[in-house]
């Protein structure tokens, strides 16, 4: 070509580029991201500031310093101001003729914290009032080339739900009005769509919060955008083939009343990839939705189960959806990760009631695990993928299957879901209705048919969901009067079933038919249904779910516990560290129970009385004037928290297979109350804010354990034996010892062998041993000594000598009554136990048997393979795992070993 044929070859490419970006519109799918920096304003109070988007208006403060740390000492009252008052978030951005040539652009928040008013350009775009919704509002008419503004006014929720409840209240009201007064919170928040924690808990503080805590975008088209898609996958009738529901939803073209296309669905298997492009042209159905749907057939060949922790592994395939516009140039896509598994809630009829467990892949299964609270209180934090992903591997580590994901939250973030599916966490996920009763306007429940449709399809795809469940301990409190709702029971009934059932029941149903629905927990399943959904006594044990706390009663007797069909919620308190309380306070004095810095923190009405009266059962705390009666008394909370709910837990373990006399038994399910913190405080947890696991956490690792050894103490001092599996397969020929220890001395005083097949799914009492004092009888466990004078230890091997299930030990008598001697319990070696310097071997020595033998390693990130263990060897080996690379002579500087008999204890 010549130089001028070529010259204006280029001058022609030139003129066509510049006429067609003036003359035809961009067909491609546009996104502009909003995240970043914005400014937070109060003009009133003089703040102008630099703020973060996701984000929220406390993590600002924090971050420009107006505030201190909102977790540190008594800051969570000294900045309520915060959220007494209204915020601006705003920010300038630039928009290009490329966007503003689509004919459909829309301003998306995936999540808007709670109250707020949009403006862009000083124009009013919508308002807000879910923090649980996604909001799309049509923007097209108000962006203008160049640089535009968005102005997000933020209203205090504190205000708005009062303005909110006074409206209510002039039909009537709707209780409660507040939070328990030792909550420290505020008031109606049953009123409005937000976390119904943040206005406070009694384990958490109040920190209404407001921003934008999810991100914010543009999107531009000119047909239409992939917005959700929901997969059902069920098992087909020959059984042979998986069949696949796909459902696409469209977001709506605001220029035709159909949408045309092609959508594409490609799922990697372990076969071959498979393909499938359907052509379409749908218009809008009855509930006002562009919605594709289509069925594919695979052979179950073609992929391997989806199973939970401790049945298999939890496999999961890619399935990518893709829509495009009919010219094909307009492309958006989903890529989810599926899971092939079914799923029942089994409640068969028996002559004393009715089962409730689940069945997975037609396995029944013992669920094991713990409730989650919020992951943060503020929900911006929440987010933390680093948070969520030690918690949930936390929750695998010590054998759980299910965690339950509780009501007066939020709906978690992704990550969350996305590491259930791939750890094999069963999700029971309730909505976020939690010890209240809610108001039925249709405004409250238009936004309520909103917030479940728009939470159901963008969950309904994970394998780990197992449940959906409308509430939180709503039935107990309207059938208990918790409330004084008496006076009108059938009004409070009617609201009741306008809410759980006509709305959100119905609503999950419209969206997803692949999973069980309770209306409640605790409930009665079906027996509530058929008590028109609030049955005559929900905590039954002879149907469906309960919760249960003792706080009076000796937590390490089993005469204390129900026999229930399923255990979602019970637990004890006890206190942090005083490392993890020093992260919070830097004064000495406040880690007194007296303290106004923990009595601020205590929001359990009378949560530390009831914390010594548990503790003195079995233990004598020494004076208040001991050096070390704070930590002491720290300590022996988290003794007693993990001895009870190891105790209550391996009781229903034991009852999986049986029934008492009364019909009560066939328990399948042990939830224990909570798993994590939201910040530094007296709790139920195991795992403190800082992540530290507490000693409960350590206890949950042996009694979730596949198989365990358990002795039950009845009222006559007679141990029944039992070994309980959750194993699909049997252990033959297992060798259990019983043996009986006295205090003093490493050598058994006598030792019991049974050869035992542990049998599958199964609870199977093995013998009954007495530990009643004796006088002379030597065939007693005792021999001539007292019960004060020995306890019962159990170890269960196979015939290899490999462990089946974790010693495990009973004591006969409170150790209060035992005359116990001290220990010398010390390090005596630390050795690194790989190249990377992240496992270190400890050896640990004692001269006599120590108890409740805890071990811990200042400002160092890391686990212990035990903690919090009997230890009857003169030496025991036990590694640490930190988080990063330590140098050993960090590790024994800052590693210490303490015992039931440390620091004059008992």
């Known amino acids: 070509m010549a130089l001028w044929e070529y010259t204006s070859f280029i001058k022609w490419l030139v003129f066509l580029n510049i006429f067609l970006s003036n003359c035809v519109p961009t067909n491609f799918l546009k996104i502009q991201d909003l995240r970043g920096v914005w400014d937070v304003q109060n003009l009133k109070r003089g703040y102008n500031l630099p703020a973060s988007v996701p984000g929220g208006v406390y993590s600002d ?49 995936d999540g808007i914290d709670t109250f707020a008013r949009i403006k862009i350009n000083d124009k009013h775009v919508g308002v807000t009032e879910n923090m649980f919704v996604r909001y799309i509002f049509d923007v097209e008419s108000y962006l203008q080339p160049g640089t535009n503004t968005i102005e997000v006014q933020f209203i205090s929720p504190v205000r708005a739900a009062r303005l909110i409840f006074e409206k ?45 805590w999810k991100p914010v975008y543009l999107e531009a088209y000119n047909s239409s955008v992939l917005r959700d ?44 990839k498979l393909t499938n492009i359907y ?52 492309k958006s896509s989903k ?46 934090l929440g987010q933390n993928e680093t948070t969520i992903r030690f918690l949930l591997q936390s929750a695998k580590d010590v054998h759980m299957n299910m965690l339950r994901v509780w009501g007066g939250g939020v709906y978690e973030s992704d990550v969350l879901y996305q590491t259930a599916d791939e750890m094999g966490l069963m999700l029971w996920q309730d909505f976020m209705f939690a010890c209240s009763m809610y108001p039925s306007g249709e405004a409250f429940l238009s936004s309520i048919r909103t917030e479940v449709r728009h939470q159901v399809r963008r969950l309904q795809y994970h394998p780990s969901i197992v449940l959906w469940a409308s509430n939180n301990e709503n039935e107990a409190a309207l059938r208990g009067d918790w409330y004084n709702t008496n006076w009108n029971f059938t009004l409070f009934h009617e609201d009741y079933v306008k809410l759980y059932v006509d709305t959100i029941r119905d609503e999950v149903l419209l969206n997803d038919k692949t999973r069980p629905f309770l209306t409640s927990s605790p409930t009665n399943g079906i027996e509530s249904d058929a008590e028109d959904y609030v049955a005559s006594d929900p905590g039954s044990n002879f149907y469906g779910d309960v919760h249960f706390y003792n706080y ?62 548990l503790i003195e059962y079995q233990l004598n705390l020494p004076s208040r004037n001991n050096t070390h009666y704070n930590r002491i008394f720290a300590y022996y909370s988290q003794i007693i928290q993990a001895m009870s709910v190891k105790i209550e837990t391996e009781y229903y373990r034991q009852w999986r297979s049986n029934l008492n006399n009364v019909g009560e038994g066939l328990t399948m399910g042990a939830l224990y109350w909570q798993l994590n913190d939201v910040w530094v405080a007296p709790s139920w947890s195991s795992i403190d804010f800082k992540n530290n696991w507490k000693m409960i956490h350590y206890y949950a690792k042996k009694f979730f354990a596949p198989v365990i050894v358990k002795g039950d103490k009845d009222i006559s001092n007679n141990v029944h034996i039992y070994v ?27 030792q019991r062998t049974l050869k035992i097949d542990v049998l599958p799914g199964f609870s199977q009492r093995i013998t009954t041993v007495s530990t009643f004092a004796s006088v002379s009888n030597t065939n007693e466990p005792c021999g001539n000594l007292q019960a004060t004078d020995c306890f019962l230890y159990f170890t269960l091997k196979d015939d290899n000598n490999e462990t089946v299930a974790p010693d495990n030990f009973v004591f006969p008598v409170p150790l209060k009554l035992v005359k116990l001697q001290k220990p010398t319990v010390k390090i005596i070696d630390v050795r690194q136990a790989d190249s990377a310097s992240k496992v270190f071997e400890i050896e640990i020595q004692t001269d006599r048997i120590a108890l409740f033998v805890w071990l811990s390693v200042k400002n160092i ?46």
């Open 61 to 109: 403060l924090m971050k420009n310093k107006i505030i201190d740390d909102v977790f540190f000492k008594s800051n969570d009252i000294n900045t309520r101001w915060v959220s007494k008052i209204n915020w601006n978030y705003t920010r300038t951005f630039t928009v290009s003729e490329v966007l503003l040539s689509h004919s459909n652009i829309n301003l998306v928040f």
């Open 168 to 212: 209510q209240a002039h039909k009537y009201v709707v209780p409660p009005l507040c939070v328990p007064e030792e909550y420290h919170g505020e008031c109606h928040v049953n009123h409005i769509r937000k976390m119904q924690a943040s206005f406070a808990w009694d384990w958490g503080p109040a920190f209404p919060s407001m921003g934008i």
């Open 229 to 272: 898609v929901t997969v059902e996958i069920r098992s087909d009738t020959a059984g042979d083939h998986w069949d696949i529901t796909v459902n696409v939803y469209l977001a709506k073209n605001y220029n035709k009343d159909f949408i045309q296309g092609t959508v594409i669905f490609r799922l990697y298997t372990d076969i071959e």
């Open 279 to 330: 052509r379409i042209n749908i218009t809008k159905n009855v509930e006002g939705d562009f919605v594709f749907t289509q069925t594919i057939s695979i052979s179950k060949s073609y992929v391997k189960l989806w199973w939970p922790n401790g049945y298999g592994e939890p496999n999961l395939y890619i399935l990518k959806v893709s829509y495009m516009d009919v010219n094909k140039n307009e």
């Open 335 to 380: 890529i989810l990760k599926v899971g092939f598994r079914t799923v029942e809630l089994v409640q068969n009829a028996i002559q004393s009631g009715r089962t409730f467990y689940f069945k997975i892949n037609d396995v029944p299964l013992f669920a094991k695990g713990s409730n989650v609270i919020p992951i943060s209180i503020l929900p911006e």
């Open 552 to 613: 009076l009663f000796d937590g390490w007797s089993t005469l204390t516990y129900p026999v229930n069909r399923f255990a979602s919620e019970f637990g004890y308190q006890s206190l942090p560290s005083t490392d993890t309380l020093f992260t919070a306070t830097d004064d000495p004095d406040d880690l007194s129970t007296n303290s106004a810095f923990l009595l601020n923190r205590q929001h359990h009405s009378s949560g530390y009385e009831e914390m010594q009266v």
């Open 724 to 750: 309980v599996s959750d194993l699909l397969k049997p252990v033959r020929n297992s060798v259990l010892d019983i043996i009986m220890f006295t205090w003093d001395s490493f050598l058994p005083l006598s």
């Open 861 to 906: 990130r890391g686990l212990f393979s035990d903690n919090g263990f009997l230890q009857v060897t003169p030496t025991k080996m036990i590694y640490f795992y930190a988080e990063e690379t330590t140098p050993m002579i960090s590790i024994k500087s800052s590693l210490a070993v303490t015992n039931l008999l440390g620091d004059d204890g008992i």
